[in-house]
Structure formats: structure tokens, C-alpha cells
């Protein structure tokens, strides 16, 4: 019995933990074709009641430009993370993340004054200029030298180049060949790194590796790319996706992959009125905010049963694993101190394993209620702790039974 439930723990958790990969995050491509120049993106994550676009307007001889930004501090006054964008060049920067490797800083190069994605997009027009920055220049802060980030930098020219860091800890630049690029969540410069192989890729380079002329570089061909490609799970989402049209400076905007709704924003206009942010949700229609917040809460449903499933079977199997300890300390003879311990590690197993069955009961009333919106709303920070702190308090309670199995072996070895 004992076998059969520690089996169904590790395959829920195994469910889990494929469920809540962070690997999954991001899809960025490109193609080109005449005049013709297109870039998709999808994010993917959880942030999205933090997610604005900011439109910073042409001065002192800077470009103008557009990037969209996750406030995690909640505090627009605070640092925000420039995750993509625009400028009236007609240069997209688009990011997708990877496992972190260290750039090497070389102090005879110059450092620049702001981040990578603000100064190409206010200062370059093309890919070539941007290779130059890069190569020339160090971050502009020694924190940023821990990249975490793949760039895929488009010109409308349709001329393209990724950018990540690679085994040397220096920038590796990767052109584009043919008539379209794509990156994922591996290293372009190292793909051991990061999720490789991605069917994602496969999905992807197949549907672009279709473009013949310059009728196929279409918004509709693009949204059917970041439509198959897009992320659904209890974690991980696709939260927008994005296509960029540098040619005619356009961009359209999806909201929780709802590819029946977009939003199409004219860059040169949006900058006309000086600067200024928009909450990405709020451009959306009521009715797609409150269909991407049902799919989000069923997500939260699943995945809590699943927690709660969980818990219940570690309180069967510690039940179990106390009574199975409790007749081996009989058969064994043990003296009166001996079973004292051994019933007393069965009365902490037992009570650690309860403790974790009802923190934060809210669940329950959360799984049971019918209008379990508002009720999320109030119990979202205790839903966002869930990764951290139950699966933690979970692990270590597997743990503790694996010692008290080895303590059970000692004892009667002893004896």
C-alpha cells in the first residue's frame, strides 16, 4: 500500500513540476520577404495585471520608441523590466528567456548609461548598428552582466541577428539565413542550454518555412504562427501576444492568446502624443479580460485539487508509515524509551502532515465556492505562495519518513 500511494505522489508531482516549468517562456520569429518585413512574439508567464507599454517620444536626437515593461514591484515609479519593442526606425527588439550565463566585462570598453533594449531602440536604426553597440560596449551596470535574456533584433530591411551570450561568456551573433529566424528558450549560441529539443521550433520553422512571396508575410499567416506555438497550463500562460510591422510601423497587440480580438496601435501616432503608458489589459474589450480570467481561475482549480490530493495522500501514507513503524517496534521487542520515540516520531509525521493539509484552509472554501473570482481575488497572494511554501513543506515531510524508515532499520538492527 505503501508503494502504491508513494508511486501516485511522485506522479502528481512529477504533473506539477512539467505543469510550472519555467524553461516554457517565450517565443520570438521573424520573416521576410520584398517589401514585406513581420516579427511575432509570445510571452509567457503570470504577471500580466503589471504589464504596460510605454511610448517614449523622439528627443535630443534620440529615436522615438515603444517597449512594453513588467512592473513586479506594483510601483510604476520603481525599476520595471523592458521585455520589447519598437522604434520609429522600424527596429524590433524581441526577448526570450534562457538559463543565465555570465558576459565577460572588459574594462577598456566603454560603459553605456541605460540598458541594452533603451539604448538601441533610442539610438539605432538597423541591425548592423546595433552588432556595433553591443560589441563596443559593456552594460551599463555590472549587475546586467548576468544575462538571462535572447535577443532577436529585426531591422525592416528584413535583415535579423540573435543575440545571447555564449560558452566564451562573450555576445555570439547569429544572422539570419533564408527568409526567416525563430528563437525559443535555448541558447542559439549553446541549445544544452535551455529546452532543446522544442517541438515549438519544429512548429514554427515548419509553418514560416512555407513563406514564398510576399503575400505569405501576412499578420493573419503570423497570428496562426503564435497560435500554434502559444503556452497553456496551470502556470505558465501565453500573457500577450505581439506582431510587429516595422515597414509601416504598426503593431498588433493579443491579449491572453484570444487571437479573436486585436488591438492595432500606429506607432507614429501613439508617439505624436508625447509620452505617456497604457495598462496592456485595458486596451481589451470586457469581455476578453473576463473570458482569459475564467481560463486563469479554472487553471487555479486544477491545479489546487491537485495540491489538495496531494496533501491528503501524505496524510494516508504518514498514517500508514506510523502504524507499519508501530508494529515493527512490537515484533521487535523494543524497550519502553524506544517505542516512546518511535511513537512520537509518528506523532510529528502525523501532525506536520495535517498542519500542511490545512494551511491556509481557504482552499477548500475556494475549490467549493460558485463564485470563486472575488474569492481568488482575496486569496490570490496564498495561491502565488503555493510553488514555494507547500511544495517545500511537502518535500521535507517525505523526507522526514525517509528517516524515520532508516530509524526503524537502526532500532531493530540493535535489538
Known sequence: MLKKITIIITFLFSLLIISIDPSVASSAFMASSGNNVLVGQNSDGEQEEYMHLFFHPPSMGKHGYFVIRFDNSHNLNEKLINHAGMNDQGLVITPTSIPSRELTLHPEKSRLNDTYVNTLLSTVSTVEQAIVVLEQYQPHDPDFSDFQWQL??????????????GSDNEFHFSRKEGNFKVILNFNIAEPSLG??????????????????????????????????????GFETNTIYSNIYDPVN?????????????VVVLD?????????????????????????????????????NGIILLIRILIVVFIVLLGFTIYKTGNKANLTTKRKGLLIGAILASGLLGISILNMNGGYIVFLMSSNYTTVAESLQPFVRSVHTVDLLLIGCTLIFSLVFFIRKYALIKRE
Not at 522544442?198 to 514564398?212: E, V
Not at 495598462?279 to 482569459?292: G, I, P
Open 152 to 165: 532577436l533584433i529585426t531591422d525592416k530591411t528584413g535583415d535579423a541577428v540573435s543575440i545571447s551570450v
Open 195 to 232: 529546452r532543446y529539443p522544442d517541438p515549438r521550433y519544429d512548429i514554427a520553422t515548419n509553418k514560416l518555412g512555407t513563406i514564398d512571396s510576399e503575400e505569405d508575410v501576412s499578420v493573419e499567416h503570423f497570428q496562426s504562427v503564435l497560435d500554434a506555438v502559444h503556452c497553456e
Open 249 to 261: 510601423g504598426l503593431i498588433y497587440l493579443y491579449y491572453f492568446h484570444q487571437f479573436e480580438e
Open 267 to 303: 506607432l507614429e501616432e501613439e508617439l505624436a502624443k508625447g509620452y505617456h503608458y497604457f495598462n496592456y489589459q485595458e486596451l481589451f474589450s470586457q469581455d476578453s479580460v473576463e473570458k482569459a480570467a475564467l481560463e486563469k481561475q479554472e487553471n487555479i482549480r486544477v491545479f
